[in-house]
């Protein structure tokens, strides 16, 4: 089985006008996705932000939680919070699996002209398999611009549902299913 | 296709100690659930507490994404929360389906001794047929007690995964991920 890992980025994305912005962090994103990433067997969680305030945020977050009196209270959150890694870029987080070639990328996106996309089932036999570890990419904001998915080894069906024409999901949830769909026993 | 409804539940709720305890409305339940909900076709997302200041919380946050600045900033906000609807207690939520008989009620559960626990794959074969509403209760602190599972027509299998051992979702997570194995695509 490969091993998965997931990140979340904050820039480069999508503002509303399709504007290039830097997002803030959420404390919700923090800890629901690297509780959802533990749950499904994730290494590593990686917070992708290029402003160092914001990355000390995080670090106080996973302190609180490590050693402070939240500690005592939820110690199961501090398992979760430890895979959580702040870095200030992809190429940054490239440097933990050795370089670029030493990780897949994968996101989801909608079906465009001249892109291939991958369904889950697929995805779920090349898991199986052995190969580089796979980092599964999420955006926050209106998401991430096409210059990150064009950087993408692998592009994943969005996610949808024959009972809506609705889709406006939090990355919060769109991450837990993702990860459902990938490695989930349902 | 049978329609589909959610609740969040903040009383009864087990607390860490397994006593029976309140939660506060969090905002992010409201907005992702909501969202999640919206996405996957419900009618709507019943959010179940017996304090009214709480109760009139969520329609504060209700009306500022009708009304308010942010209405107009993510329009698409107001779709999702329109359908979020506050009730006193599940009584009073029966009372929406013309009684306790109006309605089945499902929720999800550990495997325990004398019960029978349905599969996700025979979930969707009962969605996709005829008969009444069904509501899927979600249990926020550390989730409920068994008077409420006891109160439930059908226990679906707990959320997992074969790459973990770990399992604390979040209730916006694992709201997702029921929905997403209910009715998603994937």
Tied chains: 1, 2.
Excluded at 7 to 31: E, F, K, R
Aim: hydrophobic residues 40%.
């Amino acid at each position: 089985m490969r091993s998965l890992h997931t990140a979340l980025v904050h820039y480069p994305i999508l503002d509303a006008q399709g504007g290039i912005v830097t997002t803030a962090i959420t404390n919700l994103d923090v800890h629901d996705i690297a509780r959802s990433s533990k749950s499904y067997g994730c290494e590593s969680y990686f917070l992708i932000h290029p402003v160092s305030a914001q990355r000390e945020l995080v670090e106080r977050i996973q302190g609180h939680w490590r050693e402070g009196a939240s500690a005592k209270r939820i110690p199961d959150r501090k398992t979760a919070l430890a895979i959580a890694r702040v870095v200030p870029s992809l190429e940054a987080m490239f440097d933990s699996f050795g370089g670029r070639s030493g990780v897949e990328l994968w996101a989801t996106s909608a079906r465009k002209e001249g892109m291939t996309i991958t369904t889950y089932a697929e995805a779920r036999t090349m898991l199986e398999g052995e190969g580089k570890p796979v980092c599964m990419l999420f955006g926050t904001g209106w998401g991430m611009p096409r210059s990150i998915l064009d950087a993408c080894d692998r592009l994943l069906e969005p996610i949808a549902s024959h009972a809506s024409d609705y889709n406006h999901l939090s990355v919060r949830a769109a991450a837990a299913i993702t990860l459902d769909r990938l490695f989930g026993d349902g």
